[in-house]
Each structure stands twice: as C-alpha cells, then as structure tokens.
C-alpha cells in the first residue's frame, strides 16, 4: 500500500511547496522561508548520483537543520539505476519525506549525460528508472518533470509510465528543457497531465502570487502549486495563498518587512567565512530577484548591483526600504518590465 501524501499546514487548502533550486533551497534558506509560515513542504537541490557519488553533505545538512517542522522530500538526479538503488538505500537513514527524481534540469552539462532534463529523450530508460526506483524507494516515489525535451512528442508516452510504475505525486514545471526559464508556461499541457495520471499532479512555473495560484488551480485541476523564483522575491507568498484559499485577508508586508527579511539571508545563507566581496555577490543573487518589487524602475536593482562589500549592500538597501518607505507595502507582483538578470542561468541551467 502506498505512503498517504503528506498534509498541508491548514486542513482544506491545497499544498503549496517551494521549488528545489540548487545554491538556494538550502539549509539557510530553508530557515527563513520556515519562519514566515512558508510552504506545505520542501524538495531538496538535487543529489547527483553516479558510481563514485555518495549523498552531498551540505544537502543532507538541509534535511538535517532546515528546523521547519515540515516534511522535505530528497531530490535525486542521475540514469544509472545500480547506484540510484544505493542512494535510495544511503537516504533512507535520513528524515525524508520521500524521494523525488530529477527530469528536468536543462543545463547542457547535465542533460548531455543523459541525466534531468535528458531523460526526457528516451521514454525507454524512463520505463526502466521509475520501475527500479519505485520498487526500490520504501515511501514515498515522486516526479518532477518538464513537458519534454524541445517538443512534446513523448509527453503522453512519459505519462503513461508515471501511471504504469505508480508514481505517488507528479510535479509538471509547464516549458520544454529548451524553454529554460524564460518561455510562455504551457498551462495546458499541464492540465494534460492531470487528466492524464491517476496521481495528484502539482503545477510549477512563473507562479508569480497567491492570486496566480488560485487562477491556475482553477484552470489546471492541479492539487497544489510549486513556487520558485517569485518565493525568492516574496517569501510570504506561502501564508498569502492559504489565507486566499481560507477567506482570510491575507498578510500585507511592507518594505521593513523585507529588509528584515534580506538581513536574514545575509546572515543565513551568505557564509561568514567568505571573503565580503563574494558574500555580497551571494547575496545580490536574491536581490536580483526581491528588486524585482522595490520600484518601478528599477533603481534599487541597479544601485544594489553596483555596491562591491556587504557592508555597502546593506547600506544600499536601508537606503531604498526604510526611513520614509519603511511602512510602503511590498507589492505581491513584480513590477512589469523589470528582469532579474540571472547570470548563469544561460550557460548553467540550474545556477542563479
Ligand atoms: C537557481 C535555480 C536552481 C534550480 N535548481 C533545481 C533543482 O536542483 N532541481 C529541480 O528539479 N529544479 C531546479 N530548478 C527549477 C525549479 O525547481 C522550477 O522548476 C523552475 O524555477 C520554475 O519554477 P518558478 O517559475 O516558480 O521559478 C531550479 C531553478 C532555479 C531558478
């Protein structure tokens, strides 16, 4: 008999989970997204596996210390199915809510070995993968998978495996591994994958507010949302939806609010130890995204990224969030026109 899915926060509202993002969802980040009543639960960045592979430390340490209450699912990535069964087998000493396999990161490096967003290529190495980690993984097997690789010419082929091997939960992320991070969601191909597998289906992709959420949930059928990229820029996007979904006015920050929450990052996911010039740039790295609802044009977003210590970064953002704009409220959308500039999302896939 297979594992029930984990419960949301709130009984009756539908789950919403927070994205795997490698160099993001760590323990760090984890922590401060768990204290302002953040998602239903957690997939960890992945776990690469291959012959020589053992589990990441510091991945282990985010199912370890993330201190959430929450249940994390363990995100592995890989093709070769002896050593995926050891890595099931090694996680299994860990507090995991289950495990998760990776078909869809799109960075040229990983999907040339066949691995992620590669899989999706070969429905026949997929057929042979979920049946071992299925038969192998005690609880809990889930999926996150892309619609395909550059088109959707095995899309009802991979979900007619998802359905054959019993997979317990689907996650859609609605672009091919070509659309990267940036091509129009394909929502529909999302509500195709709900109709399609007998198991709950989760929608991901530009999940922008708990306005969009609700509208998508709608459209889709899906059971849940994930949110990424907009759950860096608005972390109390989480409580704002199940309060939308409870008839609840929903939580209203202001920039204080954020500023307390970049100091937060700063001092939880930009480690001490680094030299202050690449703490700052571990830390510009969330700001590309949190800029994104500063002001309209754009001028945080371009005075922040021109600062070189911590210590002037910080200065940069009491400048544009307290004083006279302390009590402003934080928009829950972008504002329209502004990018976050990732600069490795290009070449890397899966690198902020
Ligand atoms: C910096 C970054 C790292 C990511 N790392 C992973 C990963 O380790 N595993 C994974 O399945 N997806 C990864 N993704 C994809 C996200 O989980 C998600 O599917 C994608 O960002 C779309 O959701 P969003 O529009 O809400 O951000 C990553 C995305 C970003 C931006």
Redesign the pocket.
């Known amino acids: 008999m297979s594992t029930p899915l984990p419960d949301p926060q709130v009984a009756g509202t539908r789950p919403s989970v927070l994205?795997?993002?490698?160099?993001?969802?760590t323990t760090g980040f984890m922590r401060v997204i768990g204290r302002r009543e953040g998602p239903d639960w957690f997939?960890?960045?992945?776990f690469r596996v291959h012959e020589s592979s053992t589990p990441e430390k510091h991945i282990v340490d985010s199912l370890l210390n993330h201190g959430t209450g929450r249940p994390v699912f363990a995100?592995l990535?890989g093709e070769d199915t002896p050593h995926m069964v050891r890595t099931i087998k090694l996680l299994q000493k860990y507090p995991i809510a289950g495990i998760?396999l990776?078909m869809?990161?799109p960075a040229p490096k990983v999907y040339r070995k066949n691995v992620?967003g590669g899989l999706l290529r070969d429905p026949a190495k997929i057929d042979e993968l979920l049946g071992v980690m299925r038969a192998e993984t005690p609880g809990r097997f889930t999926v996150?998978m892309?619609i395909g690789f550059e088109d959707q010419r095995h899309f009802d082929a991979i979900l007619a495996l998802v359905a054959k091997h019993q997979v317990d939960l689907l996650?859609v992320?609605g672009?091919t591994v070509k659309g990267l991070?940036w091509s129009e969601?394909d929502y529909a191909a999302i509500t195709h994958a709900v109709k399609s597998v007998p198991c709950p289906v989760i929608a991901?992709?530009?999940?922008?507010s708990s306005a969009k959420a609700q509208r998508l949930l709608a459209e889709t059928g899906a059971w849940g949302m994930?949110?990424?990229?907009?759950?860096?820029r608005n972390p109390w996007v989480f409580q704002q939806w199940r309060a939308v979904q409870q008839g609840r006015e929903p939580f209203a920050p202001t920039l204080g609010d954020v500023r307390q929450y970049i100091q937060e990052i700063a001092e939880e996911c930009c480690d001490q130890a680094m030299a202050v010039d690449r703490q700052a740039g571990r830390l510009k790295?969330f700001l590309n995204f949190i800029g994104l609802s500063i002001d309209t044009e754009g001028r945080f977003l371009f005075e922040m990224r021109r600062t070189e210590t911590m210590s002037d970064l910080l200065k940069c953002c009491d400048a544009h969030l307290l004083g006279a704009r302390t009590t402003e409220r934080y928009p829950e959308e972008p504002h329209r026109g502004l990018i976050a500039r990732?600069t490795r999302?290009t070449q890397q896939?899966?690198?902020?």
């Open positions: 994205a795997p993002m490698q160099d993001v969802t997939v960890t960045e992945y995100q990535i998760d990776n869809g990161c992620g996150k892309r996650t992320h672009r991070y969601v991901n992709g530009d999940v922008t994930m949110m990424g990229r907009h759950a860096i790295k990732p999302e896939g899966c690198e902020l």
